[in-house]
């Protein structure tokens, strides 16, 4: 832990409550990267910031300093970010089994349009982010916490594991199926490109 938040964690620890303003200013981008990349949604991250912050902060007593503070904070917004996407991962799985119950929705399903660009606005690289974004969320939370935290945010597999509360061997079997998947999706895109 660097000399300045082990100073500020035991400031908040006897009531400095501006100790951990500075602490939160210090970390939030970082914690906001973090869990837009989890979440793909910034209205989502951001309410992982403020999730993650007030965990951080009601738990602060039960912080252990053998962990840099920010490594601890990473695993408590990680768990967050994880948190909210199983929710939201449920709350879609409930309206989309609701709405296939409903007798009307066979009717409408022909007409939708399709949310694709049209074939003169796709380029190349709009074809990938788009491919990677769809590959992402079709990834676990575990898979695509554990490649974000590896791939993004470069963090180490010790790290991963720490930060997800995994063995490292399960955080090393989560970015490898994560890697496999984005590589499939991405075959007809980079394929096609060769």
């Known amino acids: 832990m660097s000399e300045s938040d082990s100073v500020a ?15 939160v200013e210090r970390h939030s981008r970082f ?6 990349r989890i979440t793909g949604n910034e209205s989502d991250a951001e309410d992982v910031v403020q999730d993650a912050f007030l965990r951080a902060f009601k738990s602060l007593h039960s912080y252990d300093s053998r ?3 920010s490594t601890w904070l990473h695993r408590i917004a990680a768990n967050c970010a994880l948190d909210l996407v199983r929710k939201r991962t ?9 709405w296939k119950d409903d007798e009307g929705a066979q009717e409408i399903l022909p007409q939708v349009p399709s949310k694709g660009p049209g074939t003169d606005r796709i380029v190349y690289s709009s074809q990938v982010r788009d491919k990677v974004e769809v590959a992402m969320q079709d990834l676990s939370p575990l898979e695509r916490s554990a490649f974000v935290l590896r791939h ?3 963090s180490s597999i010790d790290e991963v594991s720490t930060a997800l509360g995994v063995s490292e061997n399960a955080a090393k079997q989560s970015i490898f199926r994560a890697v496999q998947k984005l590589r499939r999706a991405l075959e007809p895109v980079v394929g096609a490109a060769s």
């Open 90 to 98: 449920r709350r879609m799985e409930t309206v989309v089994s609701d």
């Open 67 to 69: 962990a840099t503070f």
């Open 9 to 23: 964690v035991a400031k908040v620890l006897r009531g400095e409550g501006d100790a951990y303003r500075m602490l």
């Open 152 to 154: 993004f945010e470069g």
């Open 31 to 36: 914690v906001f990267r973090l869990a837009f």
